[in-house]
């Protein structure tokens, strides 16, 4: 109750004095000062009043996470956030104004990270790998915090825009250094072609959603799609453009996509592969020659990968062998790689857990993408039943871009990465606060034939 009084009427003036004064006071004296000062105090502001607002500033960040590594890797600028958006979190919880929501993939969500922390506790040396428990952290904490904070059909609606913004942004700027000649493949700000295919492939369905809905910015995403398809067929993935051609099967024996769906994408990639054929064609033949070139050697190099995790894991079978610790055991696991690497990981997410936290945590995962996909399909048959062709929609865009990275998930090591707990949290929002609030509760057996019968209703 103080805190709420604190930030409420005359207190928010007075606090907005106070800052503006010592601001003032700092620029007179040192002019750099006093940008650091009124930066610090825009930060305390949104954290005390605005943590929707911190939330859209972390999901702009994570695209850009590979440039972000200040003041050091251990605790990056994407890390800071996080722990604002905590503190703005805790706050609004001391107010009063935030009830907790809980939906069950939390629960699974909880259990994992209770068994990654166990991992990490038993392992050989928890402190060199403390930067990897950290990240968990990271994710875990948001998926939880963007389940608090989002609750109605426009916070998604910014969620959406925000990601979409800033994937976007970010391919925009790999495929010019690509195209001119700076880099091999489309890294986009992450360091990895292929983590990036993985975050521009789950981003389409979600901008394909977009570009259906947000009519008023329709015309920003109907630029954003080809970029983005773009960006991700320049990456060279093929762990993303398997997910892809995943997508499309899954959509047409499901009837998700209609006609017109089918058509919009078709065209766009068409027009992606003619403007590329037509415009870079030496560029981009030389680029294919030189992966076709080490690609005999990728696949042996991820065989060889993943029968070291599966050994890995038959000899700590309980635990693994601690977070981040697969390329430190992988010398003693990984025989006949093609390809030396001095940290490597396993290339696929679910062997990666399994390898380093256990079946029981690979266990929690699983159930954890099982519940999002499950409940996903359930809202959407409710929408179906109370004809809600947005809800439909919604679900199907966030539905596609979860089966996306399931399928990428098996090529890549992306537990560590935005997609798969962004759209676990839209999954939860989705099938939770928005069902609560556009759709009645399915009718029992007894209460439809009751709906029926008035007069047996009244006589109740």
């Not at 503190?87 to 001391?94: E, I, P």
């Not at 928890?126 to 904490?141: E, I, K, N, V």
């Amino acid at each position: 109750m103080l805190a709420a009084r604190t930030l409420d009427g005359s207190g928010r003036l007075l606090a907005a004095g106070l800052i503006a004064a010592v601001t003032g006071f700092v620029s007179a004296h040192d002019p750099v000062l006093g940008l650091i000062a009124l930066a610090t105090a825009v930060l305390a502001l949104l954290v005390l009043g605005a943590p929707h607002a911190v939330l859209l500033v972390l999901l702009a960040a994570l695209p850009w996470e590979g440039v972000l590594g200040y003041p050091s890797d251990t605790l990056s600028l994407v890390k800071l956030l996080g722990l604002l958006l905590l503190m703005a979190f805790l706050f609004k919880v001391a107010q009063g104004e935030l009830r907790l929501r809980a939906p069950a993939t939390a629960h699974a969500v909880g259990i994992f990270g209770l068994l990654v922390t166990l991992s990490f506790v038993v392992s050989p040396d928890p402190g060199a790998q403390s930067g990897t428990l950290l990240r968990f952290y990271l994710f875990l904490g948001f998926f939880f915090l963007m389940i608090q904070l989002v609750d109605d059909e426009a916070g998604v609606l910014r969620v959406l825009r925000v990601t979409a913004a800033s994937v976007s942004a970010a391919s925009l700027v790999g495929l010019i250094s690509f195209l001119q000649g700076n880099v091999d493949r489309v890294a986009g700000p992450i360091p990895d072609p292929n983590d990036f295919g993985y975050l521009t492939a789950t981003t389409l369905p979600l901008l394909a959603y977009l570009v259906w809905s947000d009519r008023g910015w329709r015309p920003l995403w109907l630029v954003s799609f080809p970029i983005v398809l773009a960006a991700t067929l320049a990456t060279l993935s093929r762990g993303a453009i398997v997910a892809l051609g995943a997508l499309v099967v899954w959509a047409l024996v499901t009837r998700r996509i209609r006609l017109g769906g089918l058509i919009m994408s078709t065209v766009a990639l068409a027009s992606v592969l003619i403007a590329g054929l037509l415009l870079f064609s030496p560029l981009i033949n030389e680029r294919l020659k030189a992966k076709e070139h080490i690609a005999a050697a990728n696949v042996a190099s991820r065989q060889a990968l993943w029968r070291g995790a599966i050994e890995m894991s038959m000899d700590h079978p309980i635990t693994g062998v601690g977070p981040g610790r697969f390329g430190v055991e992988s010398t003693n696991y990984v025989r006949d790689n093609p390809i030396v690497l001095a940290d490597p990981v396993t290339h696929n997410t679910y062997l990666q857990i399994l390898a380093e936290a256990g079946p029981f945590a690979l266990a929690a995962f699983l159930a954890f993408l099982g519940g999002s996909w499950i409940s996903l399909s359930r809202y959407r048959k409710r929408c179906q039943a109370a004809q809600n062709v947005a809800g439909i929609k919604l679900a199907t865009a966030v539905q596609a871009s979860l089966l996306v990275a399931i399928v990428g998930g098996m090529f890549l090591s992306e537990d560590l990465a935005n997609p798969f707990w962004l759209l676990g949290a839209l999954a939860a929002i989705i099938t939770g606060a928005l069902a609560e609030r556009q759709l009645p509760e399915p009718r029992t057996g007894a209460s439809r034939r009751l709906a029926g019968h008035p007069e047996l209703a009244r006589s109740r």
